[in-house]
């Protein structure tokens, strides 16, 4: 019996579509489409060479005068682009942090978390404290070998309450870095005002920043804090956010929330260019990590609606459809 075909069929619909990826929004701290033709070949070079510790971070230099960029690459946010018959226009959807050092912008953030979490907008800022003494059968290493820090931790101090702080921890969505060279030669080569569009397809990974990286974080680290008094704030943005499962968040008065909560989620978003406080989801650790390892599912129709822009896009075929 001969086996029936079905061929893909490509429709007029559908070659019509705008495409989309994810690329460049800011680069070494500028937004990527402004920068000048100079400007792209000068971070080409850093890029490429891994010498990005020779830029100074315009958003960690709000704390540390002499901080310079840790991010391979100097990438800090992506966002989407889209490929129109008339060329390539950046997407409507709010950015993406991929360093966690944007989030430092103007001290903003962490002002707001001291206001959230110990009452105050100004307070004493200690980075990377060591956390969890690493595990060793050597006798002469003793605890001074340390792992686990918290990204900040926040110090409120007064004749009155005394020493009272809280752990922060800032984090960004992981994304691939394979064919980074080619899309940094890409705008590089573009003249000023253009817009290259990715030259390969690559998304956020929030599977390894949410599931993998930040989960066994807090399992690991909360309930310690908990029992010493102190609690803890994440500060995330709302593409992270918006891939957790839904997070139940506490009721009652703030006080009270604040008083219950094991973790304080801290949902920064970007207005004009700049990362500004948002929303404030007061959560107990099970909850938060049920929220992380579930993130939520897409719909049918949305689910259906992709498998048909896949079908409809012939440089497809061969590569991620393939035709038995």
Known sequence: MMRQEFPIVWTEMTTRAAKSRYGINEWFGQDVTRLKKSQRAAYLALATDKATMQVA??????????????????VCTIRKYEQHANGVLASA???????????????????????????TSRPIIVEAIPFLAKISNSATEGNSDKVGPFDWVLIHQNNRSGLRWCAVGAHAVHFPEHAGTSEFQSWANAMAGVIPFPSVLRRPNYRSSGSKRLAPHLQENVPKLRKWGAQTAVIIDEHFFAQMSHVRAL??????????????????RYKQGKLIPGDVVYARLDDSIRALMAPRAVTQSTFEGLI?????????????????
């Open 57 to 74: 971070c315009p958003f960690a230099s709000s704390i540390a005068r002499d901080a310079t960029c840790s991010k391979p690459g100097g």
């Open 93 to 119: 959807e709010t950015p993406v942090t991929v360093c966690p050092q944007r989030f430092l912008q103007d001290a903003a953030l962490l002002r707001w978390a001291g206001s959230v979490m110990l009452g």
């Open 251 to 268: 009721s009652g008065k703030t006080e009270d929330q604040l008083a219950n909560a094991d973790v304080v989620w801290l949902v920064a």
């Open 308 to 324: 048909r822009r896949a079908l409809a896009d012939p440089t497809q075929l061969g590569k991620s459809v393939f035709q038995l």
